[in-house]
């Protein structure tokens, strides 16, 4: 580095279809955050950042490396594609039937509690796959029923003020 005061890093949003080029020219950036630079190095450096920021959508990032005399020159621009689900969904198990793991998938629209339990057909439970906080998005887990006899079972996902059974079949 060579005189680097710091990089300034600027977004802005997009709402060109996914794999189209943006038109950027005339979009609105703006400063999201600031990273400073270390002057004059001859050894590599790392930088980050993270965007707390953002609700989904597709988003244009860009940096603003700043020179300690005020110089600036811009990065290329990136584009990132959030997309938290919207609604909450559980998929069925794959694979189905099963011998003896499977897994499980699931997505939450925000950040909350999630509870996956297993029930036999007695409507017994029989495990308790997860009990924890999740953030929004799409999640799996596996679920290994060696422990168990062949047969029906259900599975039941919830989060927050949302819950869905699904069927699953072990065939050993």
Do not use: C
């Not at 990089?7 to 279809?17: G, K, M, P, Y």
């Not at 609604?87 to 699931?106: G, H």
């Not at 006899?149 to 819950?163: A, E, L, R």
């Amino acid at each position: 580095e060579i005189d680097n005061y710091g990089f300034e890093v600027q977004r802005t949003s997009t709402t060109s279809a996914p794999g189209q080029t943006s038109i950027v020219s005339n979009k609105k950036w703006e400063k999201i955050g600031f990273i400073a630079g270390h002057g004059n190095s001859n050894s590599p450096k790392e930088y980050s950042f993270i965007d707390n920021d953002v609700t989904s959508g597709r988003y244009l990032y860009r940096l603003k490396q700043i020179d300690i005399d005020g110089q600036f020159e811009f990065s290329k621009i990136v584009e990132v594609n959030f997309n938290f689900p919207v609604d909450f969904s559980v998929k069925q198990n794959f694979p189905n039937p099963f011998n003896p793991t499977t897994k499980i998938e699931f997505s939450i629209p925000s950040d909350n509690n999630v509870e996956i339990k297993i029930f036999n057909v007695l409507g017994m439970e029989v495990a308790t796959l997860l009990n924890e906080n999740k953030q929004a998005g799409t999640h799996s887990i596996e679920f290994n029923a060696s422990n168990l006899s062949s047969g029906i079972y259900y599975y039941k996902v919830v989060s927050g003020n949302y819950s869905e059974i699904k069927k699953m079949i072990l065939l050993r």
